[in-house]
């Protein structure tokens, strides 16, 4: 009995502060379900090591199920290449990305509300920065060594950027793309 005291008694705390009682039901369900047409299902969770790391996740989905998560990440990718080389200073630049759809998309000048259009707004306002700005698509095999470098570890969060010395596999991977 005196636990559900205490709860009535914060209920009626809450109302006061809150302007209401507190929400005791949720919704919950154990698979998932798509959203209404026209509507984006975004699901998040985290993963927490103690003490090492903490990693976010993310799934943006549509009624029909797609996963808009690999474009996204396309997408960021993208856009990071382009803060670079704004902050480079370089005037002319030619964009190659291994994803078709983000290629269409920033040629396409595309708005929308998909989260992946946040970074092409980004992208399009940079491109004021440059003289010169193409952005194409190139098959995974004439991207091999910004792939390679987008798996080099994944668990460092800062940034790392070499203008030189590169290792010996970048080299190789650099030399099989000009074939």
Known sequence: MGFA???????AYARKVFGGGVCTKMRSSSS??????????????????AGQHTALGVVVRD??????EVEYAEA????????????????QIVLECDSSSVAINVRNQARGYAPSFLFYDEILSAKECFDSFSCYHVKGGGNAVAHYVA??????????????NFSQSIVSLAGLDMK
């Open 5 to 11: 005291r205490l709860v009535g008694e914060y209920n």
């Open 32 to 49: 998932w379900q798509p959203p209404a047409e026209g509507q984006l299902k975004v699901n998040t969770d985290a993963s927490v090591v």
């Open 63 to 68: 009624c029909e199920g797609r996963v808009w």
């Open 76 to 91: 960021a990718a993208t856009c990071y290449g382009v803060r670079v080389v704004v902050r480079l200073g370089f005037k």
């Open 151 to 164: 798996r080099w570890d994944i668990n460092v969060s800062e940034e790392i950027m070499y203008t030189d």
